[in-house]
């Protein structure tokens, strides 16, 4: 019987360690499992994180781009205005120097620029004087004589 005995401790007690064994095994794929899951749920936030990441400076980069766009466009803007404001220029000092012209010719066909030809201006009268008919039109809000 002690044999027997002994044999059935001996056999609880494998079984016991079996079991611990077992548990011991059981616990460290649980932790395996949990480490795996850890790393995954990881990954999957680090990819949530860089693209996150990504469309931040993507949205940096269009903010960019649209101000350089921006001020290209203000550029181009403020070039067309000035090149506008040197043709107004130019067509002013164009129609300046056709007024010297004009003064110039209508100087030379009134002789010394006092004549008395046909259709000539009378600086002293402040009118036009047709000659041929010795009419005298005066001139707005002048006071002058007919002669």
Do not use: F, V
């Not at 996150?52 to 466009?73: G, V, Y």
């Amino acid at each position: 019987m002690d044999k027997e005995r002994i044999r059935e401790t001996k056999n609880e007690r494998t079984e016991g360690m079996d079991k611990e064994r077992m548990m011991e095994l059981d616990m460290e794929r649980t932790r395996e499992m949990d480490n795996e899951d850890m790393m995954e749920m990881d990954k999957k936030r680090m990819t949530e994180m860089d693209k996150e990441r990504t469309a931040e400076m993507d949205k940096k980069w269009i903010m960019e781009t649209d101000k350089e766009r921006t001020m290209e466009i203000y550029k181009e803007m403020a070039m067309e205005m000035d090149t506008e404001r040197i043709r107004e220029m130019d067509n002013e000092d164009m129609m300046e120097m056709d007024k010297e012209r004009t003064t110039e010719i209508d100087e030379k066909m009134t002789g010394d620029g006092h004549g008395t030809e046909h259709g000539a201006i009378q600086p002293e009268l402040g009118s036009w004087i047709n000659t041929e008919t010795r009419i005298n039109i005066p001139s707005a809000g002048s006071h002058c004589n007919q002669d």
